[in-house]
């Protein structure tokens, strides 16, 4: 089973003044805004707990394009911008084996058509959070990248 989810933080919170989107220029949306606490695991293997931060909208176009590649039968990989970890997404026949550069050792593997669902469905929920919290930027052509989720 994969876990992939986010919170929008309290908006109240320092967290939460990075969903404040006053600039929308795409380095900006990418890495300076929409940070969220995200979870990601495999059958029970964390990759991403919820006490790390990430921004959304570069981590929604990471998996985005790991969905792409997984759905073309090409392995993928997530890196960050905040630290030096990457995620690997290892096409084996009809699986994909995770793994994560901070513990190589450790490999989750999980039906490809499931990996290629939870990455979808987390960048179609990533787009719809923040577009709902600012609509104006619906058509911004970094955001819009993230409409094509399906």
Same mark, same amino acid.
Request: charged share 25%; proline share 3%.
């Given at each position: ?12 919170? %320092? ?10 220029? #795409? %380095? =900006? ?8 606490? %995200? ?15 990430? #921004? ?17 039968? =090409? ?5 960050? =911008? @905040?630290?030096? @970890?990457?995620?690997?997404? /290892? /096409? ?21 058509? @499931? ?7 987390? /960048? ?7 577009? =709902?919290?600012? #609509? ?15």
């Amino acid at each position: 089973m994969v876990i992939l989810d986010f919170v929008v933080p309290d908006l109240d919170s %320092v967290l939460g003044r990075s969903w404040d989107a006053q600039s929308i220029k #795409p %380095v =900006t949306l990418r890495y300076k805004l929409f940070y969220s606490q %995200v979870e990601f695991s495999v059958d029970g293997i964390k990759f991403l707990s919820r006490s790390s931060f990430v #921004p959304l909208v570069d981590l929604a176009l990471g998996m985005s394009a790991v969905a792409d590649r997984l759905a073309t039968n =090409t392995d993928g990989a997530l890196d960050f =911008t @905040e630290h030096d @970890e990457v995620i690997r997404f /290892v /096409v084996s026949g009809g699986n994909v084996e995770v793994s994560s550069s901070k513990k190589p050792a450790i490999t989750a593997t999980v039906d490809k058509a @499931e990996m290629i669902d939870a990455l979808n469905s987390f /960048v179609r929920r990533a787009y719809d959070s923040v577009v =709902t919290f600012h #609509p104006a930027i619906a058509d911004n052509e970094t955001v819009a990248r993230l409409r094509h989720a399906d």
